[in-house]
């Protein structure tokens, strides 16, 4: 910087000093709000990569118990083909009915896990970059 010679050097340069470090603190500003946007999209694609493997598990584990309950299906129409009484037919609709119940709340407890497991893993990259703000403003205090 050059040596002011006159009141209006010495205003001029002052003038520069403060432009000078306005724009590097806007500078360094700009910089940490594109870190802080690159990791928000960052916890997006995390969160939706996390959200399209819940979906895959779960849609995959729909399409077996589905699979599965058609078997049973099947396998009870045998069932009752074969019953030559009365009391017969009542056993094999009792077993059959308690196989379905079993199978459905087995069913219900596992989408469940699912679902629980899958919004857990969704919301995980959120959850990381809220802290990261609380704590952000927490340390500019």
Known sequence: MAVAKTPADKIVNVGNEALH?????????????TAHSRKNLEAVIASVTAAAKGAEAL?????????????????????LASVRSLQDLVEVQTDLAKTHAEAYVAQMGKTTELMTSLFRDAFKPYSARMTAAVESVQSAR
């Open 21 to 33: 470090d306005a724009m590097e603190k806007g500078m360094s500003g700009l910089n940490d709000m």
């Open 59 to 79: 849609g995959s584990d729909t399409l077996a118990f589905s699979k599965a309950a058609m078997e049973r299906q099947t396998a009870a129409v045998q069932s």
